[in-house]
T-cell receptor, first 116, second 110 residues
Framework: DTGVSQNPRHKITKRGQNVTFRCDPISEHNRLYWYRQTLGQGPEFLTYFQNEAQLEKSRLLSDRFSAERPKGSFSTLEIQRTEQGDSAMYLC??????????????FGSGTQLSVL | EDQVTQSPEALRLQEGESSSLNCSYTVSGLRGLFWYRQDPGKGPEFLFTLYSAGEEKEKERLKATLTKKESFLHITAPKPEDSATYLCAVQGESNYQLIWGAGTKLIIKP
């Protein structure tokens, strides 16, 4: 168990550019989540995969955001035509179910996006 | 609408000074209430899951309790390494996804 890995850790981009983030979940976990977090707030749900199927997207999520999880392994989150309001920490989590604790999310360290 | 409110926003304590953090929630049918700890620059780390009113969970200096309207995270004789933001989240029957509070930033001074 090497934990959830996210790359890059930091990304600075100019407004209007496209960016892509990668998440490598814990290998035996079949569920994968993307969240966005701004300073002083809790994580905000973006989207969720079970294996390779994207089962849910936030209704608030702009069409500029897209996520994939080919073959149910790693996942990518792409933001097209970035805006300054997209600046945030993007967190990935994978999960497993435990009898005593229920579903337990394991988070990566996130990708901090700054849009100039 | 499912909602989670945490208080206070920030709490400064002296080492050894016990206190409690509050998580008030509104949810249609609670499936679970979760506590996570988040250190600066890192993702949240799981602490506890509570499922029903009256349930309690303990881990080292932390104890989480649950009623029908709120949860408390009690910290006993805290140490500086307990400094972090503590996040609360709920999962309701009508919405599978977790609804998160804004967190309480806890600072323990030596």
């Amino acid at each position: 168990d090497t934990g959830v890995s996210q790359n890059p850790r930091h990304k600075i981009t100019k407004r209007g550019q496209n960016v892509t983030f990668r998440c490598d979940p814990i290998s035996e976990h079949n569920r994968l989540y993307w969240y966005r977090q701004t300073l002083g707030q809790g994580p905000e749900f973006l989207t969720y995969f079970q294996n390779e199927a994207q089962l849910e997207k936030s209704r608030l999520l702009s069409d500029r955001f897209s996520a994939e999880r080919p073959k149910g392994s790693f996942s990518t989150l792409e933001i097209q035509r970035t805006e300054q309001g997209d600046s945030a920490m993007y967190l990935c989590a994978s999960s497993s179910y435990y009898r005593q604790t229920g579903e337990k999310l394991f988070f990566g360290s996130g990708t901090q996006l700054s849009v100039l | 609408e499912d909602q989670v409110t945490q208080s206070p926003e920030a709490l400064r304590l002296q080492e050894g000074e016990s206190s409690s953090l509050n998580c008030s929630y509104t949810v249609s049918g609670l499936r679970g209430l979760f506590w996570y700890r988040q250190d600066p620059g890192k993702g949240p780390e799981f602490l506890f899951t509570l499922y029903s009113a009256g349930e309690e969970k303990e881990k080292e200096r932390l104890k989480a309790t649950l009623t029908k309207k709120e949860s408390f995270l009690h910290i006993t004789a805290p140490k500086p390494e307990d400094s972090a933001t503590y996040l609360c989240a709920v999962q309701g029957e009508s919405n599978y996804q977790l609804i998160w509070g804004a967190g309480t930033k806890l600072i323990i001074k030596p």
